[in-house]
């Protein structure tokens, strides 16, 4: 029975893999919509090129999503420094989603790697049998510290060079610092596990498009409701903070510490699951 069963799993696994070959070699005119087959076909090819990238181009391409992406820590902290006190702070928050997009459209236009865009694409392959669960772990935990370090890197040009261009203050920092951590360890996470899962259809999204202006568009209208909503993004929510840590006493390294893990697991699990493992299936149910 076991033999039985294994032959089965074999012939559905090659009827699935001639399936996305012969998906990528048949392309897609640019007005022509994409079915979910060239989709999928579309998101494992991206991730076998970057499960073959080395660590070092990795790493320093991530390090580059994780500067970049500060740009929307940068932007937002501006907006409230000017906005304080003239309008209520409720509404501030509100308007972060204008400018929370900025950083995102650096980082997936100029194709850097962020660990939240490639979360459900790194694990397409796992799911169809092409890499171990242990390769995809390596993989995210280069994207993930190159992310991490550059978002540091960042954290300290604000806190220095931001005061001096007269662009916020010190306390700006620590009241976006202190909205983003000050919440229940079970808020946090399932906050994280929402922008984890809005970042893996977003993704998706780009992958269905035929066109840059197609593709602007999604980054902005995803991005822009979790700027909205205040949902938790593990990688902006490193640059804001670390930020809080390095200038606020209320801001501790237990709060750092304690929002990056309960963050990057809910963004793992939000984008890995409800989007990788569920678009996977629905996939895999033609077989």
């Not at 970057?50 to 500067?67: D, H």
Request: proline share 1%.
């Amino acid at each position: 029975m076991d033999s039985k069963e294994n032959r089965s799993e074999e012939k559905k696994q090659k009827k699935i893999d001639s399936t996305l070959s012969s998906s990528v070699k048949k392309g897609n005119s640019a007005t022509q919509s994409k079915e979910l087959v060239e989709i999928m076909a579309e998101q494992m090819k991206s991730a076998h090129h970057i499960y073959r990238l080395k660590n070092k181009t990795l790493f320093i391409s991530s390090l580059t999503a994780g500067l970049e992406i500060g740009f929307s820590f940068l932007l937002i902290c501006t907006l409230y420094f000017f906005l304080n006190g003239k309008i209520d702070e409720r509404n501030i928050y509100l308007l972060f989603s204008f400018f929370y997009p900025v950083g995102f459209l650096m980082v997936i236009m100029g194709r850097s790697l962020l660990f939240t865009e490639q979360t459900s694409i790194l694990a397409l392959p796992v799911l169809n049998n092409k890499y171990s669960f242990a390769t995809l772990l390596r993989i995210w935990g280069v994207v993930i510290l190159g992310n991490v370090t550059g978002g540091i890197l960042f954290s300290f040009l604000v806190v220095f060079l931001g005061p001096e261009l007269n662009l916020l203050s010190l306390a700006t920092i620590e009241a976006i610092s202190l909205h983003v951590v000050h919440y229940e360890a079970w808020g946090l996470f399932f906050s994280a596990v929402l922008a984890g899962w809005l970042m893996g259809l977003l993704s998706w999204l780009l992958s269905s498009a035929n066109d840059s202006i197609t593709r602007v568009f999604f980054i902005i209208v995803i991005t822009g409701i979790i700027g909205f909503l205040g949902l938790h993004h593990s990688i902006v929510g490193n640059v804001e903070v670390f930020s809080g840590m390095l200038v606020s006493s209320s801001v501790t390294v237990t709060d750092y510490l304690g929002f990056m893990i309960l963050a990057l697991a809910g963004n793992a699990a939000g984008g890995s699951i409800f989007v990788a493992l569920f678009k996977y299936k629905a996939f895999e149910s033609n077989f």
